[in-house]
């Protein structure tokens, strides 16, 4: 069955070559890019996002996702950008879901006029989840004596290194409400009627594309290219805007001095710790 977004194609981009501009939005959603690894923020895929936009003779836009979630504050910002480059530029937005597109990575795809992912794809995980360490044991073990000196009473909020308190762990679920009320504020926005009455939508439940289909949380299952292809015409031609990179992955600036490399190495590792654990929740 053709899709909507087929349906109200003109008929001249059918009957003759339409090129589509692709931009893969892929790994964790979190700022804090080093030398050795670059996340997925509104400040690596701006430029990417424009080029698309901008794109004088294409009908649309294709997005790849393939993200675990991440910072909701990025998850917005990213699907801010992408919804008002679609206005100022009348363009339609077909997402496309890989491996994932949970938590934050699904508040992304809710940009698209229409969601299309493999039936094997993850999708939901609308929630919002705080996670740290707590090594109150381990400095006792080691002798080590932790001392805090604040002006502010709550200026050590969830300080890992003393106890865990009731009014720290209070706040903290305080503000997630909010957050996660913002969350299904855009769902609910966007996916509208589309989406089906079950109690765990909103729990931070999360599905195959194929459930989530029947949720309402996508519109249909398949590939980019089989996809774009029925919707535009087999001469269909899809263009990857690939991310200007220079050394290590990074655009490149300048030399990297041996001690900034070092530092870098060392606050890699710990966002490698922190996506491994985002991706781990989804088996992936």
Same mark, same amino acid.
């Given at each position: ?16 070559? !339409?090129? /589509? ?5 892929? %790994?964790? /959603? ?21 080029? @698309? ?14 993200? #675990? %979630? ?11 950008? /992408? ?20 938590? %934050?990575?699904?508040?992304?795809? !809710? ?5 299309? @992912?493999?039936?094997?794809? /993850?999708? %939901?995980?609308?929630? !919002? !989840? ?7 044991? &381990? ?20 300080? #890992? ?12 679920? @305080? &503000?997630? &409400? ?30 195959? @594309? ?43 600036t300048g030399g990297i001095s041996h001690g900034h490399l070092l530092g870098a190495a060392g606050e890699s590792l710990m966002n490698v710790l922190e996506e491994k654990s985002l991706w781990s929740r989804y088996g992936l």
């Amino acid at each position: 069955m053709p899709s909507l977004i087929s349906r109200v194609i003109p008929r001249r981009f059918k009957s003759s070559q !339409v090129e /589509i501009p692709v931009v893969r939005l892929s %790994g964790a /959603i979190m700022t804090g890019n080093s030398p050795l690894r670059q996340n997925l923020s509104l400040e690596g895929i701006a430029n990417q996002l424009e080029k @698309a936009f901008t794109a004088k003779h294409s009908p649309a836009v294709a997005l790849s996702i393939n993200s #675990p %979630g991440g910072s909701p504050v990025q998850s917005r910002l990213i699907y801010k950008r /992408i919804r008002d480059l679609a206005e100022e530029n009348n363009k339609k937005v077909h997402i496309f879901v890989e491996d994932v597109a949970a938590s %934050g990575g699904y508040m992304i795809a !809710v940009a698209g006029d229409e969601i299309i @992912a493999d039936p094997s794809s /993850i999708v %939901g995980s609308i929630g !919002v !989840v705080s996670a740290s360490f707590g090594f109150t044991e &381990l400095i006792k073990k080691i002798g080590v004596e932790r001392r805090v000196h604040t002006a502010g009473k709550n200026k050590a909020t969830m300080d #890992p290194f003393q106890p865990e308190k009731a009014s720290d762990v209070d706040h903290i679920k @305080a &503000l997630q &409400l909010e957050i996660h009320q913002t969350f299904i504020d855009m769902v609910k926005a966007r996916r509208g009627a589309k989406l089906q009455d079950n109690d765990d939508l909103f729990t931070g439940q999360f599905w195959t @594309a194929i459930t989530g289909l029947q949720l309402g949380l996508v519109d249909g299952l398949g590939d980019m290219r089989s996809h774009l292809r029925a919707a535009y015409g087999e001469k269909t031609k899809l263009n990857l805007i690939q991310p200007s990179r220079g050394l290590l992955g990074r655009k490149n600036t300048g030399g990297i001095s041996h001690g900034h490399l070092l530092g870098a190495a060392g606050e890699s590792l710990m966002n490698v710790l922190e996506e491994k654990s985002l991706w781990s929740r989804y088996g992936l």
